[in-house]
């Protein structure tokens, strides 16, 4: 009996020590899942403090333009319209010298530019100059305690890293939305002028009235300048595009280099090369049908132009340009616009079952 008496409680503390395990092994694996989650919510929280770095940091140089256009443009502008046209954009003070970078068609055709700025000071702009082939233009305000933006490099953001836009919705200052960067290399129609420019797409809520301002990566740096969205309300659907900074970058060095010249940059013509043609896609169908990998095809062609006095025809096959394979209308449209009028390039082509190469002098759209 005691034998017994004595397993039974050799027996219950091996239970009881076994279920003490068991507490312990769960108990520690519960406080290791706590600490993982722990350890993501700093990491959270490490993402939030940097969204509201961004935005704190964004004050020194996000403004938003009141532009007003007092002279009437027409003849129904003078009797149906109010005397004064008010509109609104958003900009980026660039440089302490006192230039701030929007976008073109904000400030197209302004009598008076208004900068105002997150502490409320606001200055008049003296000066706008804007870019030939794309739709920047930097505005002149009185330097003196300004603090420019970083610049980042818009060639090595990737698809999904953060992307946060400041501006002026709708005139509603320092407004900042988050996003992710969600294409690169969107190429699309400039309308006004016809040429094509090459976006960063986000889904940063961007509305009428951000025109101008920054699209920032987590790091504070500027590398995008909000310029357009995809909507046919005119209101955020998720899709917005920006100008890689890089471009702003070239046109700001080339202003500061040029130092008492600025109005070359400002010119408003449109010099982009030009050769007279329209162009459609091809799909893949296509493409076998006509054993092709890449290439447009000439829809239509002016008569009597660069094209057309090189010798190429409607339903010739366009494969290269300038020695770049031509594998959309925007590859084409990019290589011929940004060559100078009077530059000859050659234009590859296929005919039939034979290629050709043609040279072709770059003329200036009439």
């Known amino acids: 009996m005691k034998f017994y008496a004595c397993a039974v409680t050799v027996a219950l503390v091996a239970v009881a020590a076994a279920l003490l395990s068991t507490h312990m092994s769960c108990a520690a694996k519960q406080d290791e899942d706590r600490t993982e989650l722990k350890d993501k919510l700093r990491k959270l929280s490490d993402t939030e403090d940097a969204f509201a770095a961004v935005a704190q940091l964004g004050r020194d140089f996000v403004v938003s333009l009141t532009v007003k256009e007092d002279t009437p443009r027409n003849f129904f502008d003078l009797f149906f319209e109010s005397p004064e046209k008010v509109k609104g954009g958003s900009g980026i003070v660039v440089h302490e010298e006192g230039w701030v970078l929007t976008n073109r068609h904000v400030v197209e055709g302004a009598d008076k530019i208004m900068v105002k700025f997150a502490d409320g000071r606001t200055v008049q702009a003296t000066e706008v100059l ?7 233009a930097f505005v002149k305000i009185p330097s003196g305690g300004l603090k420019a933006a970083m610049l980042g490099d818009s060639d090595k953001i990737r698809v999904g890293d953060w992307a946060i836009a400041i501006g002026s919705p709708f005139g509603f200052d320092q407004t900042v939305t988050v996003g992710i960067i969600s294409a690169k290399g969107r190429q699309l129609r400039e309308g006004m002028r016809g040429t094509y420019e090459t976006f ?84 893949p169908a296509i493409k076998a049908q006509l054993g092709v990998e890449s290439g447009v095809i000439v829809e239509g062609i002016v008569q009597d132009g660069p094209a057309h006095k090189a010798g190429l025809q409607r339903y010739d096959i366009i494969t290269s340009v300038a020695g770049i394979v031509v594998d959309s209308i925007m590859t084409f449209a990019e290589a011929v616009q940004s060559r100078k009028p009077g530059t000859e390039i050659e234009i590859g082509f296929i005919r039939g079952n034979r290629r050709f190469k043609a040279p072709v002098v770059v003329g200036k759209k009439p």
């Open 130 to 136: 804007g870019g030939r082939k794309t739709d920047l």
């Open 200 to 283: 960063i797409q986000t889904d940063s809520a961007i509305n009428s009235g951000n025109s101008g301002g920054p699209l920032l990566n987590l790091r504070g740096e500027v590398v995008g300048v909000n310029t357009a969205i995809y909507s046919h309300t005119n209101s955020y659907l998720g899709i917005g595009f920006a100008i890689p900074i890089n471009r702003a970058k070239e046109l700001l060095a080339e202003l500061l280099a040029k130092k008492g010249k600025p109005e070359e940059l400002g010119a408003p013509e449109d010099d982009s090369g030009y050769v007279g043609v329209n162009l459609a896609e091809m799909d």
